[in-house]
C-alpha cells in the first residue's frame, strides 16, 4: 500500500468513525459514562474527556497496582493497564461494566472490573499505589465525599499518589447534578480544602474545555497519619 493509498483509506475511517458518534449522539443512552465512547469514536475531534488518561499515567508504572474509581464503560482503566501491573476498575452501573468487559475485559490479562459500591464496600485490594477518581466526586454528597477520600488514603501506602478530576460546578450546563446534597465544587480552593482533610501535597490546575465548561484537574501525595 502506497503513502496515497493508506491516507484515503485513513479517511475513509475517520469520515466513518465520525458518522457513527453523530449517530451514537443523537441517540445516545443517558449513562454518564457513555461520554467516553462517543469522544473515543470522534477522535481529535473531541481529546478533552481522554485528557484524563494522559493525567491519570502520569505516576503509573509497570510495578504500579492502580485502582479506578467509579470507572465507567472502562476506557480509562484500559489505557492505563497498558503500562501498570494491575488496575482495578469499578463502578455502581451494572450496564457501564458491562459495556467495559465487552470491549475492554480481555484485552489486558492485568485489568479486571468489579461492580462495587465505592461508599459501602471494600476495595479488591487492600492497597494501591495509585488511585483514579475522575469526575466521581460530583455524583456523591458531601458527606459521602469524605467517606471515600478517607478509604483512598487508607489504602494508599507511603508514596502512593491519587489523582482526579471534578468540573467546576459554577460554570452552567455540564449535566451534572447541581441541585440537592451534591458535593459541588466552585473554586480551586474549595476543591483544595476538601483534598487536605486528607493529603498534605495538592496540586490543582484548570483544563477549559470550552462551551463553558472548566474541569479542576487534582494530584495528592503525603497522605495524613
Known amino acids: 500500500m502506497n503513502s496515497e493509498e493508506l491516507e484515503t483509506k485513513t479517511q475513509a475511517v475517520f469520515v ?34 481522554l485528557e ?4 491519570g499515567g502520569r505516576y503509573v508504572t509497570d510495578k504500579s497496582d492502580v485502582l479506578d474509581l467509579c470507572c ?3 476506557l480509562v482503566s484500559h489505557c492505563i493497564a497498558q503500562r501498570a501491573r494491575r488496575v482495578n476498575g469499578l463502578d ?8 467495559a ?6 484485552l489486558a490479562a492485568s485489568l479486571d472490573f468489579f461492580y462495587r459500591n465505592i461508599i459501602t464496600d471494600t476495595f479488591p485490594l487492600d492497597s494501591y499505589d495509585v488511585v483514579l477518581w475522575f469526575d466521581g ?12 477520600l478517607n478509604k483512598v488514603a487508607d489504602c494508599l501506602p507511603s508514596g502512593g499518589v491519587l489523582i482526579g478530576s471534578t468540573p467546576l460546578a459554577s460554570l452552567g450546563s455540564i449535566g451534572y447534578p447541581l441541585s440537592g446534597d451534591r458535593h459541588r465544587i466552585f473554586a480551586a480552593e474549595e476543591l483544595r480544602r476538601f483534598l487536605a482533610l486528607c493529603f498534605r501535597d495538592i496540586e490543582i ?7 463553558g465548561r472548566t474541569q479542576l484537574y487534582f494530584i495528592c501525595k503525603c497522605k495524613k497519619e
Open 16 to 49: 466513518a468513525m465520525t458518522a457513527l458518534a453523530n449517530e451514537y449522539d443523537t441517540n445516545r443512552p443517558r449513562q454518564p459514562w457513555y461520554d467516553h465512547r462517543y469522544d473515543w469514536l470522534r477522535g481529535p475531534d473531541n481529546w478533552t474527556r
Open 52 to 55: 484524563r488518561i494522559v493525567y
Open 72 to 74: 465507567g464503560d472502562g
Open 92 to 99: 455502581v452501573d451494572p450496564d457501564a461494566l458491562i459495556h
Open 101 to 106: 468487559e465487552l470491549h475492554y475485559g480481555a
Open 137 to 148: 466526586l460530583a455524583y456523591l454528597t458531601q458527606a459521602d465525599g469524605r467517606v471515600v
Open 205 to 211: 490546575w484548570e483544563s477549559n474545555w470550552g462551551n
